[in-house]
């Protein structure tokens, strides 16, 4: 497989999952197809929207030469605070390390330059560590200092590992060749702790493609616009982390001919905002930034914020904000909540005005068994209730619940309902993809918190959005271009009365998503500029999938058959 011709791409996002099939010869798109994902098996979707494709383009599967897969799973893992519970080796290097990990010991031993060691590996030391993390955790992280010039500590670690406590073990020299410990040791983290995840999940689509008929290879998208091969994922999971805003640069770039432009996804959990320069991606050489952990994995250069079509939308002291939390829009209750009493007390204004003037709601996720749990076993017995109303109820603190919830949202058993800018756009007409009447009653009993009426409050959600797009678009190109005191400088609502200073982008947004051209259009007006939606936007990650360099699977395929 050298030259695919007919490519599958795919793209599982944090609501929606997209599948394209292109002819990559004719660049022409022969069926494309959307459906919401599912959370607790992205799989699922997976097979609903290649089955769609397969149904829709009329092609024999096995005419198909290649699937490429951009996911948000190690994305989402990390923010759902998911994967396995890893356990730290740090070798020659006594200084604290803040990287998210269960356990970590120190080892003497460690290399100086030129492949000197500073002293032998402490065998010791490294048994008795091995003996005290083995019983609570799933997975091993070895990094060793200067190990990216000699790795013969963490190469002796790992196998101590192997026969005294057989499970997985990432080593930092096979993920990065740069000095910086702390940044090598959190890539070799991230990989550990998204070993699991990224098993289950390559398994589950491999057993699907069998079940649809699809022989041909599968390749995942990394973060910085390559293609590995499934066994690379398994062994480098940190690579796809910004999977999704490098199919977002791909698709842009396909679109840009050689120009400078920005893209922006809005999606449904976030917006990713990518730069395209004289028609390429730009890289980030030195390492993306996972929350407040710098790594070493390479990827795009991008910005993402917290906002997007299921972004919850909350009232509190008369002010009106929106997201990072997502949550299951009012309009689609109807797709995932089956009962219609529970229906019925989602519309409830009570959960809407109750104590607290909680802005969302939870439910039992359908076909969940509460088993033991208390919190579950409340919304089996009662319906859906909200946050407040579940404290006053199981009478816990707040900080004991809010675990106890993201610990069952993570868990995908229970479900978080909201008003959002989704349901802002039923209300004013723009979407009629659900259910309207429940989109309507909800915003008139949160509008009324503002003194607003339901269409008057909606119009308000959507010029907070388009601020925040604005603003993000702002600062992500101000940092990159000025640095981040002038950008802030820039950013001020008002200057003096001598000086009035107007900021243009240069640059045309393309934009990409279902949601896009409800919120973009009004952002590139305040800025100066011009939006493009080409053709196929709604799909725009999926096609990017489909486009991504496969000279890196191509090469691992070469040196497999070499074997």
Not at 192 to 197: D, E, G, K, S, W
């Amino acid at each position: 497989m050298h030259t695919p011709t007919l490519v599958i791409g795919i793209d599982t996002g944090g609501t929606y999952t997209d599948a394209v099939l292109v002819n990559l010869k004719t660049k022409d798109v022969l069926a494309w197809a959307k459906e919401p994902t599912t959370t607790h098996n992205p799989a699922l979707a997976i097979k609903k929207t290649l089955a769609a494709i397969l149904d829709k383009s009329h092609i024999n599967p096995g005419s198909i030469d290649l699937v490429i897969v951009s996911t948000t799973l190690a994305t989402n893992a990390l923010v759902e605070n998911q994967g396995a519970e890893v356990g730290l080796l740090v070798i020659g290097h006594d200084q604290r390390l803040d990287v998210p990990v269960t356990d970590f010991r120190y080892i003497p031993g460690g290399h100086k330059a030129r492949r000197i060691e500073s002293e032998p590996l402490g065998m010791d030391y490294l048994v008795q560590a091995i003996r005290a993390m083995q019983d609570h955790v799933d997975t091993y992280a070895i990094c060793a200092m200067l190990a990216f010039d000699d790795p013969s500590h963490e190469l002796v670690a790992a196998k101590a590992i192997e026969l005294l406590d057989p499970k997985p073990v990432f080593s930092s020299h096979q993920a990065s060749t740069r000095p910086g410990f702390r940044e090598r040791a959190t890539t070799a983290v991230l990989n550990a702790r998204l070993l699991p995840v990224m098993q289950n999940f390559l398994t589950s689509i491999s057993q699907t493609m069998m079940e649809l008929g699809l022989s041909c290879p599968v390749g995942i998208a990394r973060g910085d616009c390559r293609v590995m091969s499934l066994d690379q994922a398994v062994r480098n999971s940190s690579s796809t982390v910004a999977s999704g805003p490098a199919a977002t640069a791909v698709f842009g770039a396909s679109i840009a001919q050689g120009q400078t432009t920005v893209v922006v996804d809005v999606g449904g959990t976030t917006s990713d905002i990518t730069l395209i320069c004289d028609g390429q991606p730009v890289i980030r050489e030195d390492g993306m930034v996972v929350g407040s952990w710098s790594t070493h994995v390479r990827a795009v250069e991008m910005r993402t914020v917290g906002l997007g079509g299921d972004s919850l939308i909350s009232v509190e002291h008369g002010n009106l904000s929106i997201g990072p939390a997502r949550v299951l829009p009012m309009s689609q209750v109807h797709a995932q909540v089956v009962k219609n009493d529970d229906l019925q007390t989602l519309a409830n204004p009570v959960l809407w005005l109750g104590p607290g003037l909680d802005s969302q709601c939870l439910a039992l996720a359908p076909g969940q068994d509460p088993g033991t749990d208390p919190l579950l076993l409340q919304l089996a017995k009662d319906g859906p209730s909200t946050p407040q109303a579940l404290r006053l109820t199981l009478g816990v603190a707040e900080s004991t619940l809010n675990k106890s919830i993201a610990r069952l949202q993570g868990a995908h058993k229970i479900i978080t309902c909201g008003f959002t800018p989704t349901d802002a756009l039923h209300v004013l007409g723009k979407l009629t993809l659900g259910d309207v009447q429940l989109a309507h009653k909800s915003a008139l009993i949160l509008g009324q918190l503002l003194g607003l009426e339901a269409v008057d409050f909606c119009q308000q959600i959507l010029l907070q959005a388009q601020d925040i797009l604005a603003m993000t678009l702002l600062t992500a190109l101000g940092d990159q271009e000025l640095g981040p005191v002038l950008t802030r400088a820039l950013q001020q609502k008002k200057w003096t009365s001598l000086l009035d200073i107007t900021i243009r982008l240069k640059p045309q947004i393309i934009g990409i998503g279902a949601a896009a051209p409800y919120l973009l259009p009004d952002v590139a007006d305040k800025l100066g500029t011009k939006v493009l939606f080409p053709e196929y936007y709604q799909v725009g990650n999926a096609l990017g999938a489909a486009y991504m360099d496969i000279k890196m699977i191509n090469h691992n395929q070469d040196n497999h058959h070499a074997l």
